[in-house]
């Protein structure tokens, strides 16, 4: 089993939805990033939570700590939202520079 | 600021060749990686480095060798490439070592060995 786990593997909305991805993960962290790949393929961080919740634009992302759990929000989807939603995270101790990834989430957003 | 630039873009080898892939910074970031990623996978860390002079093996580093001379540059060397190696992959930085600031990656190199 994955220590990373997101859902859904592919999600497609029409434009104006309210998104939202998941992510679980299996071990103790120090931190949770959220990450979007570019259909080009270009990688930039969205957040970094170690708790809480974080908003930036229309994206929101969620933290529980004790349940071990992440979620991605976006509000009035656009289709230059389209793209793959990656979660990962840094491990507890040692090691936090090692983040494990999940597959990601490709979202595509139709007009 | 250029951020992270690396060096090919595309590369196709032969089997048993090497090459270098070069990765270069310019916000002064302690912190590289090199990941791999292969389709349906998520990333897979192949080395990383914590500073100039230090480097350590990450989950999946048979086949790769990295130096880290100057905080700005980490190539990530292939020697004997093998079909295995196919794949698209990134280097990235960060100020911190648990990204409290994000991660910038770079724009990829995708490799293919036949």
């Known amino acids: 089993k994955n220590e990373v786990e997101q859902s859904p593997q592919n999600l497609t909305a029409q434009e104006g939805e309210f998104i939202t991805i998941n992510c679980s993960y299996s071990?103790?962290?120090?931190?949770l990033h959220w990450l979007q790949q570019h259909p080009g393929g270009g990688i930039v961080s969205l957040f970094m939570?170690?708790?809480g919740k974080k908003k930036h634009g229309r994206l929101i992302a969620t933290i529980n700590i004790q349940e071990k759990h992440s979620s991605l929000h976006i509000t009035a989807s656009h289709p230059r939202d389209s793209a793959v939603y990656i979660c990962?995270?840094?491990?507890?101790?040692?090691?936090?520079?090692?983040?494990?990834f999940g597959k990601g989430t490709k979202l595509t957003v139709n007009p | 600021n250029a951020g992270v630039t690396q060096t090919p873009k595309f590369r196709i080898l032969k089997i048993g060749q090497s090459m270098t892939l070069q990765c270069a910074q310019d916000?002064?970031?302690?912190?590289m990686y090199w990941y791999r990623q292969d389709p349906g996978m998520g990333l897979k860390l192949i080395y990383y480095?914590?500073?100039?002079?230090?480097?350590d093996k990450g989950e999946v580093p048979n086949g790769y060798n990295v130096s880290r001379s100057t905080t700005e540059d980490f190539p990530l060397r292939l020697e004997l490439a093998a079909p295995s190696q196919t794949s698209v992959y990134f280097c990235?930085?960060?100020?911190?070592?648990?990204?409290?600031?994000?991660?910038?990656f770079g724009s990829g190199t995708r490799l293919t060995v036949v």
């Open positions: 480095s914590v500073g100039a002079g230090i480097t």
């Open positions: 990235a930085s960060s100020y911190s070592p648990r990204g409290s600031y994000g991660y910038t």
């Open positions: 990962a995270v840094s491990r507890l101790g040692g090691g936090s520079e090692k983040l494990v």
């Open positions: 071990v103790g962290i120090s931190a």
């Open positions: 916000m002064n970031h302690n912190y």
């Open positions: 939570l170690s708790s």
